[in-house]
């Protein structure tokens, strides 16, 4: 089974102001102060250049104790339950059986004190994350199979998406069935009659 979407963004704007494209996934759970994490940022791509790049299916977690240290990267799945809870040689981030299924990735602070940051990653890179989780609370991941592209200015990769952000110009795309596709921005220009970005999604090739 295929494990990535093989995606390319194409530039054909009239863009004159060298905005930033970003991509991420929305966590359904998030308030919308932190809707998500800029899992892609692509920079100075010209008229007509193309940007290729792969969306892994597969997520990881890790969390962030008080004092500073980071769980190894570990594979979770929709539906499963993890703890960070403490073992023989320090803290450890555990997988919890049964786990009660469904779409929800559930991370639990089972320490007894001390506050924890919680991730969940694609490839390594952040993709959503919920800070500040106190004893006996817990964080919440849910993605729907889509995915979130947009144009913005001073965005970051590993930058909060939040509501005014996504007031500009993101637009929503499926990912159902998909193995690849090809992103293209269109719009833009440097005078009144210029028109807004805008994303489609083309060539699509399916599973």
Same mark, same amino acid.
């Given at each position: 089974?295929?494990? *990535? @979407? ?13 905005? !930033? ?14 809707? =998500? @994490? ?15 790049? &792969? ?26 339950? /993890?703890?960070?809870? *403490? ?13 009660? =299924? ?30 500040? @989780?106190?004893? &006996?609370?817990?964080?919440?991941? $849910?993605?729907?199979? *889509? ?10 990769? =590993? ?16 990912? /159902? ?5 090809? @992103? ?7 005078? !009144? ?6 994303? $489609? ?7």
């Amino acid at each position: 089974m295929n494990n *990535t @979407i093989k995606l390319t963004f194409h530039n054909l704007s009239n863009d004159r102001n060298n905005s !930033r494209i970003v991509i991420f996934q929305r966590n359904e759970q998030a308030s919308l102060d932190d809707l =998500g @994490i800029a899992w892609k940022v692509i920079q100075n791509c010209g008229f007509d250049e193309t940007h290729p790049f &792969e969306l892994p299916l597969n997520m990881q977690a890790s969390v962030a104790d008080s004092y500073g240290n980071f769980s190894p990267l570990v594979d979770v799945v929709p539906g499963q339950t /993890l703890a960070y809870q *403490t073992a023989p040689s320090g803290y450890r981030l555990l997988p919890v059986e049964p786990s009660p =299924g469904g779409v929800v990735v559930q991370i639990n602070n089972s320490l007894p004190q001390g506050v924890i940051h919680a991730g969940i990653y694609k490839n390594g890179t952040l993709l959503a994350r919920k800070k500040n @989780i106190c004893p &006996e609370d817990l964080a919440l991941f $849910e993605f729907k199979p *889509t995915i979130w592209v947009g144009a913005a200015s001073q965005i970051e990769q =590993g930058d909060s998406m939040n509501s005014a952000v996504m007031n500009q110009t993101f637009k929503e795309f499926s990912l /159902l069935g998909l193995r690849s596709a090809t @992103i293209v921005m269109q719009g833009g220009g440097g005078d !009144r009659n210029a028109l807004p970005l805008t994303f $489609e999604l083309t060539d699509r090739v399916m599973v």
